[in-house]
């Protein structure tokens, strides 16, 4: 069993940044891919951003594409999202996942087998 535990969310004006960390317990984390979800209010969760084993090939929601950044740091089994340019349609609680059966990243909730409990980042306009 993997457990994901997400730090890093807040209140941030609309233009800022915030920078997201998930730390995983257990050894296997590299053999892992990553990725980060979100869940506004009213809303059903959605793709954010996902990476592989290495870091190597990225994946993004449309959206965030310019703004956001996946990265990882495989010795201290972390994963990020660097949020830029933030806009209040940003709002939502920002959940971490991983992967153990695929090594390219993937936008589809069903690929994943260990989810976080969530951080939330509010962003005023």
């Known amino acids: 069993q993997v457990q994901l535990v997400e730090s890093g969310g807040g209140l941030v004006q609309a233009g800022g940044s915030l920078r997201l960390s998930c730390a995983a317990s257990?050894?296997?984390?590299?053999?892992?891919?990553m990725g980060w979800f979100r869940q506004a209010p009213g809303k059903e969760r959605e793709f954010v951003a996902a990476?592989?084993?290495?870091?190597?090939?990225?994946k993004y929601v449309d959206s965030v594409k310019g703004r956001f950044t996946i990265s990882r740091d495989n010795a201290k089994s972390t994963v990020f999202l660097e949020m830029n340019s933030l806009k209040p349609e940003d709002t939502a609680v920002y959940s971490c996942?991983?992967?153990?059966?695929?090594?390219?990243?993937?936008?589809?909730?069903?690929?994943?087998?260990?989810w976080g409990q969530g951080t939330q980042v509010t962003v005023s306009s």
């Open positions: 990476i592989s084993w290495g870091g190597v090939i990225t």
């Open positions: 996942a991983a992967g153990r059966r695929r090594a390219v990243p993937s936008n589809l909730e069903s690929e994943y087998d260990y």
């Open positions: 257990g050894d296997m984390f590299r053999t892992y891919i």
